[in-house]
Structures are given as C-alpha cells and as structure tokens.
C-alpha cells in the first residue's frame, strides 16, 4: 500500500482510530497497574526494595525499579532507598520513545512484540561508574550474564526482554481478567532472582574499582 492511499485511509477513518488510541491508553495503564501489584508484592515477599506503583500520569512519570537490600548505595539512609545497581522496567535498546517513524507508537505494541521495539528490564548502571569504565567492564560482565536471561542490547547495557503474546492479552480482556496474561512478567521477576548472583558480581567488582 503506498503512502498517500495509507493517508487517504487513516482520514476516512479517523473517528475509529481515535478511539482504538484511547483503548489502547487504556489497557496499557491497566496492565502496568498490574505489573506494579505484582513487582510490589513479589519484592515484598524476596525481601527486596522497589518502587513499581503506576501514576497517574502514565508511563512517562513512571519510575518502576526493584533491587536487593544489599544493592543500596552504602551512605544512604533505608527511607531514600538509594541504590548502586538496580533492575528497572525499560524500553528496548535504541529506542528513544521519541516518536520517531522507525518506532513504535504505543508501549502495547512493544510489549506484545506486535512491533520493533520492546519493554523489559534493564539492569541500571551505577550512577558513581562513568561510561567509559562501564564500556571497559562490559565485556567480563557479559561473560557473567550469558547463562541468565539478559542480553546485551545495543545501549552496551543489560536487558531481559518480556514479551506477552496478543492472542493471550486478548482472551484475558474478553475475560476481564488481566491477570490471567502476566506469566511472562511473574516469569521475568523469577528471572531477575535467578541472575541476581551474576549481577552482584559485577556490581561487586565495580564498588571494588571506583567511578
């Protein structure tokens, strides 16, 4: 289909489109509110330390993180929960949610891999490390990570994708259950306990080396 036939078909039909972007507004935020419930009392249960509540104002104010206890940044006080390493609830690598032609428009798109770009979590780099030291750690510390599930994007950063199928998300909508679709995210959360001991190697090895 070329350019201006897909244009001519976006204006006829614009009232449905309108609508469709805000279901989808709709079912995204009540998914992530969903992963949020999940993370909260998956940490709560591992002894972990998070902040997973979704906003009001969406994913562009949400900060969604988790972190073992023993991650926290050594000075800070436990209510700042402030932490050297953390697992962070991100968009795929190269991806700039800038809107761009090449992306993809909607979170749900990226999370049900119905298009390029995908969500996941993203082992955060220590905020004392500077890029070219991280850069120079990279490569032992993909020889850590190989038999986990991250892999290493093209950010040079650490990422565990979460893919929920569409067919899945749809029958559980049709069954207003919602919850019934989140395996890949309790899968993913099991996910980030089985790659912790890799993770604190390599955050060890970092705390060791300074920024």
């Not at 204006?11 to 469709?20: G, I, Q, S, W």
């Not at 990570?145 to 991250?150: C, E, I, R």
């Amino acid at each position: 289909m070329s350019s201006s036939e897909l244009d001519a078909l976006i204006v006829e039909h614009l009232a449905d489109l309108d609508r469709a972007a805000a279901g989808i507004d709709d079912i995204e935020a009540r998914v992530f509110t969903a992963f949020g419930e999940k993370a909260g009392a998956w940490a709560k249960k591992q002894g972990w330390i998070s902040d997973f509540d979704y906003p009001e104002g969406g994913w562009p104010d949400w900060n969604a993180w988790l972190a073992p206890p023993e991650w926290r940044t050594a000075d800070t006080a436990v209510e700042d929960d402030e932490c050297d390493g953390w697992f962070a609830l991100s968009v795929g690598g190269g991806d700039t949610e800038g809107g761009r032609v090449s992306e993809d428009w909607f979170r749900l798109t990226r999370l049900c891999g119905a298009g390029v770009g995908q969500i996941g979590f993203r082992f955060g780099r220590p905020h004392f490390v500077k890029p070219r030291k991280w850069k120079l750690a990279v490569p032992r510390s993909a020889e850590l990570v190989k038999n986990t599930s991250f892999v290493l994007d093209e950010d040079a950063s650490f990422f565990l994708p979460i893919t929920i199928q569409p067919v899945t998300l749809a029958q559980a909508l049709r069954d207003e259950d919602i919850g019934a679709a989140l395996d890949p995210f309790d899968a993913a959360l099991d996910s980030l306990l089985d790659a912790k001991s890799a993770f604190d190697e390599i955050l060890q090895s970092l705390r060791s080396s300074g920024g």
